[in-house]
């Protein structure tokens, strides 16, 4: 059986009181839309309708080829929603799963087990309920003695009893696809001047068909999002979810409650996340790291066995076996390999140091190439903006740089080469050569026996 979906997010989002569509502000990093559509996805649903308002153009921009994006002019009601995915679906589909495009903790395999009970049912609808004291918002799910559902009560119209009533309509369904299209025509017009969807389940009930109910008991699932004290709950039980995968797949969360990774991040086996961490966007950590505290990483890839305290990188590479921190920051296009050392107040930018290299203090590094083993003593600067340009500076293999030289790129440093402490080097230096002063002038070759043990 061929299953197609609608996404309802045409609601104005109002109570969000925000310029942005309210299905595009993010949960753990992802607009929540994004969700709805990966829940979808993973039964084999690739382009399903989302049904978006008037003012839903960066909703649709969002989307792209990702969704059938159809619009729904005026807003009455969700049963008048569903109708607007008539033409893209009729008769394309044996079973219509409906959700809300607000609901981001909805799970795949809740989806999957309410397609399911819809494809053993006889009678037209399945829908999703939850038994939750917190009921406030939700339709109440009346039940019958055969179990199936007999009605849905909307709270605002409900009997002070009906109110008690513990199983609430989550506002998920999969419907009879046959069935479904002829039904929302005959939605009447309730006395709101809406078209409930909720009403299609009159109309079964009406006509003796039988409507099942699969009820979940994961209340986080049921997290509608109308206002910024529900992102914020959403935020906080995605949250948890999503470190609770981690520590099921072997890393080590020493305080899940001030951990925040979001929901594309990737990280290996046995890493110890320590608290106030956050790692954003496509971030990816290898095994046996231990990160944080008080680190912050966006679109960075760390190796393995890589030990990162109180730093911020973003849009970085880190190889293996790097030590950082603390205070330690990465600026785009930053790249260290294996083993480097970057210790206390540091800054690279769009630099690569090279295996082993070492940058133990108060340095800035930007535009810059440095080979491998290179010492870059306390307090070196790149002087790399001309206030016109950035300019490069290469430093070789082994090259020793001494506390607080200033290197006025363009500027080229060869291997082995040594700068002399406070030096200001504004022209290139040879191999070997040790260049000292302001600005610094060579020195003598260094003969590589006797210095070499300064380079370590
Ligand atoms: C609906 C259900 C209620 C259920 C609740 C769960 C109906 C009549 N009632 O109520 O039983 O317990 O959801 O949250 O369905 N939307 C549109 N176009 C519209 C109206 C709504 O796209 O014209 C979208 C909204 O963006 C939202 C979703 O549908 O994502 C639900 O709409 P909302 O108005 O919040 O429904 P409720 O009144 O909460
Ligand atoms: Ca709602």
Same mark, same amino acid.
């Given at each position: 059986m061929k299953t197609a979906a609608v996404i309802l997010a045409a609601g104005q989002g109002t109570r969000m009181k925000s310029s942005t569509q309210k299905v595009l502000h993010p949960v753990c990093g992802r607009p929540m839309i994004d969700y709805s559509l990966l829940a979808v996805r993973s039964l084999g649903i690739d382009a399903p309708v989302v049904i978006i308002g008037r003012q839903g153009e960066t909703v649709q921009a969002h989307l792209g080829e990702s969704a059938i994006c159809v619009v729904q002019d005026q807003q009455l009601g969700t049963g008048h929603a569903v109708l607007q995915a008539e033409s893209a679906l009729r008769g394309q589909a044996d079973l219509v799963l409906v959700i809300y495009g607000d609901m981001p903790l909805l799970r795949s395999e809740t989806l999957a087990q309410l397609v399911e009970t819809q494809k053993k049912n006889p009678g037209p609808m399945t829908m999703l309920t939850a038994v939750s004291s917190d009921s406030h918002g939700f339709g109440r799910v009346l039940r019958g003695p055969d179990g199936f559902v007999r009605a849905i009560v909307e709270e605002a119209a409900a009997a002070p009893e009906q109110l008690q009533l513990k199983e609430l309509n989550v506002g998920v369904y999969c419907f009879a696809s046959a069935w479904l299209w002829d039904a929302l025509h005959r939605i009447p017009l309730s006395k709101k001047g809406e078209?409930?969807?909720?009403?299609?389940?009159?109309?079964?009930?009406?006509?003796?068909?039988?409507?099942?109910?699969?009820?979940?008991?994961?209340?986080?699932?049921? !997290? /509608? !999002?109308?206002?910024?004290?529900?992102?914020?709950?959403a935020e906080a039980a995605m949250r948890a979810r999503i470190n609770r995968v981690h520590m099921l797949a072997g890393v080590t969360i020493t305080d899940p409650a001030s951990t925040y990774i979001g929901a594309d991040v990737k990280i290996g086996a046995d890493t110890v996340i320590w608290p106030n961490t956050y790692l954003r966007g496509r971030t990816v950590i290898g095994q046996g790291c231990t990160i944080g505290p008080n680190t912050i990483a966006e679109d960075t890839l760390v190796g393995d066995n890589c030990e990162i305290l109180a730093a911020v990188m973003e849009k970085a590479v880190v190889e293996d076996n790097v030590t950082m921190g603390p205070f330690a920051r990465l600026r785009p296009g930053a790249h260290l390999c294996k083993g480097v050392?970057? /210790?206390?107040?540091?800054?690279?930018?769009?630099?690569?140091?090279?295996?082993?290299?070492?940058?133990?203090?108060?340095?800035?590094?930007?535009? @810059?190439?440095?080979?491998?083993?290179?010492? !870059? +003593? @306390?307090?070196? !600067?790149?002087?790399?903006?001309?206030?016109?340009r950035k300019n490069p500076t290469v430093i070789g293999e082994n090259a020793f740089i001494?506390?607080?030289?200033?290197?006025?790129?363009?500027?080229?440093? +060869?291997? /082995?080469?040594?700068?002399?402490?406070?030096?200001?080097?504004?022209?290139?230096?040879?191999?070997?050569?040790?260049?000292? /002063?302001?600005? @610094?002038?060579?020195?003598?070759?260094?003969?590589?026996?006797?210095?070499?043990?300064?380079?370590?």
């Open positions: 078209y409930y969807l909720t009403d299609t389940l009159a109309l079964a009930v009406e006509a003796g068909l039988p409507v099942q109910a699969l009820s979940t008991d994961d209340s986080a699932e049921i !997290i /509608g !999002i109308n206002t910024r004290v529900h992102l914020a709950e050392h970057m /210790g206390n107040f540091g800054e690279v930018k769009d630099s690569t140091l090279g295996p082993e290299t070492k940058m133990g203090h108060f340095s800035y590094i930007g535009n @810059a190439t440095i080979g491998e083993n290179v010492n !870059i +003593g @306390a307090g070196t !600067i790149t002087c790399n903006f001309d206030g016109v001494g506390s607080d030289t200033m290197l006025v790129a363009p500027v080229t440093i +060869g291997a /082995g080469a040594k700068t002399g402490a406070g030096s200001v080097v504004t022209r290139d230096v040879e191999e070997n050569m040790l260049v000292v /002063g302001v600005p @610094a002038k060579p020195l003598r070759k260094l003969n590589e026996a006797r210095d070499d043990s300064s380079h370590k």
